[in-house]
């Protein structure tokens, strides 16, 4: 029997939205949530910009022990993983546990709270050599990312497949791909899939500046992150989570669950050329796109919206431009493409699967949202970008890329219930 993966819940925590509908109503009217950082002094920064989540724990049914045990990470990933369990309807015992499974991605894991720590057990940076005495009983938990996933089955009794995928800046687009796979091939009928990062924190900020990724337009953080604009010049960092729940679609079907999307079609490659650095003709990610289309059986024509990555910086603007033209070809020119980091920031390995959740809205809605801040489009960058306000667009077909420190490149296409076989 074909099996195939389909997303029936989402849950979300991004910056200045807490909720899948606090999410779309960001994106939709183009709202920007990138500001100061607040949570630390940034004056010794060069940036000191980001897109920081109006969290509470508390407010969103964490206790006392969880806020206390679970790095802020950890904490994205528990709360929206319980409002995309909520979102499809799945009732407590409706799934045998040990078929379902979790897949979350993170790229810096527990940053925050290991930067606390160590200034606990090193008194602020003074002492070489630290003295464990006075580390948190949770310590072993920051240093192994896998606990962010752990935590999320316990949460949700996930006693299948459990994993976590840290590649960097595509993790979000990984882990659900690596999910959805786990679905195909029968080793579970239900995953919680997605992914979370809390990487602001002056470790994250103080490496960003050194090799001058991040914005230093500190005197406008509402309108800093600019991607596919003339005058960009680094992206905003932010912070911030996505889970689904994935389930066989047959499954989904015959319990009257709500379809968002089907996972039609993933792909990831490497460029196996530089840890940061770029080749400007997009060979890598082109190569993602075509796999992931051709395994979703879609041509190039079919794509009604492309999801970019969209950072910011000049070298990802050029290599992204490039490879749509690469994959898709004329339709490259046609189709909408926009950056939702052009509001929220990049939260690293979370962005993806916000990126995912974006497009899964935005074909429930037949909306494109827009790239903000796209006042003066690069030349370099000529297709359309979709400036400033949101589409009306009918979209059933969407193609979101992701592209990765250490020379990853991912590509999904995901495909809305009305295209799919009855």
Known sequence: MNRSAAITGIGVVAPDAIGKKRFWDLLSTGRTATRTISSFDPAPFRSQIAAECN???QREGLTPQQIRRMDRATQFAVVSARE??????????????AR??????????????????YKVVSDGGRLWLVDPRYAVAHLFDYFVPSSIAAEVAWDVDAQGPV????TGCTSGLDAVGRAADLIRDG???????????????????ACFDAIKATTPRNDEPATASRPFDRSRNGFVLGEGCAVF????????????AHVYAELSGFATRSNAFHMTGLRPDGAEMAEAIRVALGRAGVAPTAIDYVNAHGSGTRQNDRHETAAFKRSLGAHAYEVPVSSIKSMIGHSL??????????????M?????????????????????YVPLKAREHRVDTVLSVGSGFGGFQSAMVLTSPDRMEP
């Open 55 to 57: 969290f509470e724990p």
């Open 84 to 97: 995309s369990v909520q979102d499809s309807g799945l009732l407590p015992g409706a799934v045998d546990p």
């Open 100 to 117: 379902t499974g979790v897949v979350i991605g993170s790229a810096v894991g527990c940053t925050m709270s290991l930067e606390d720590e």
């Open 163 to 166: 994993s976590l995928v840290s």
């Open 187 to 205: 080793a579970a009928d239900v995953m919680i899939a997605g992914a979370t990062d809390a990487p602001i924190s002056p470790i994250t900020v």
């Open 245 to 256: 729940v994935l389930e066989e679609l047959n499954h989904a079907r015959a319990r009257g």
């Open 349 to 362: 390995g979370a962005i993806g699967s916000l990126e995912i959740a974006a497009c899964v809205l935005a």
């Open 364 to 384: 429930q809605n037949n909306l494109v949202p827009p790239t903000a801040n796209l006042h003066e489009p690069d030349p370099e960058c000529d297709l359309d």
